[in-house]
C-alpha cells in the first residue's frame, strides 16, 4: 500500500511483521512492526501519519508514524469477533474507515475518536 503522496509503501506479510520502505531509496524506514499473527491487510491515512494493519486476529492495529524514528506501541480498534480482511479509507471524510471481517460484518470507524458505528452490515 503507497502513502498518498507515494513517499512510503508499506508491506504486510505472515511473519506477524509490517514494515514501511522509502520508494525513493527502496530501503526500510523506522522500526519493524509487530503483530500477534499474520497481517494482510493495511491502509494509510490521508496525510500519511497512520498506518492501520489488520489480519488474522480481530482487533486492527493503529500505528502513529508522526515520528519514525520513534514509532510507539500501537493503539488498537477494537469491534470484529474475527479476523480482518479490509481496511479502506473514505477519499472525501479523510478520518472514516470502513473494515471487514471473517465474522460477516462490515464496520464505519471514525479513527480519530477511535469508535465505530452502533449497527452492523451483516453478510452472508
Avoid at 500500500?1 to 508499506?10: C, G, T, V
Avoid at 525513493?24 to 491502509?43: E, S
Avoid at 478520518?95 to 452472508?124: M, P, Y
Amino acid at each position: 500500500m503507497f502513502s498518498a503522496d507515494d513517499k512510503w509503501l508499506a508491506s504486510a506479510s505472515f511473519d506477524k511483521t509490517a514494515k514501511i520502505w522509502d520508494t525513493t531509496t527502496h530501503q526500510q524506514v523506522g522500526k519493524t512492526l509487530q503483530h500477534n499473527l499474520g497481517v494482510y491487510a493495511l491502509t494509510f491515512n490521508e496525510d500519511g501519519t497512520k498506518l492501520l494493519v489488520a489480519g488474522y486476529e480481530p482487533d486492527i492495529y493503529v500505528w502513529d508514524l508522526t515520528n519514525l524514528a520513534s514509532i510507539p506501541n500501537p493503539t488498537f480498534l477494537k469491534g470484529h469477533q474475527a479476523a480482518v480482511n479490509i481496511l479502506d479509507f473514505n477519499p472525501v471524510h479523510a478520518s472514516i474507515l470502513a473494515s471487514t471481517s471473517d465474522d460477516k460484518t462490515l464496520l464505519l470507524w471514525n479513527v480519530d475518536q477511535g469508535t465505530h458505528t452502533t449497527s452492523r452490515c451483516w453478510f452472508e
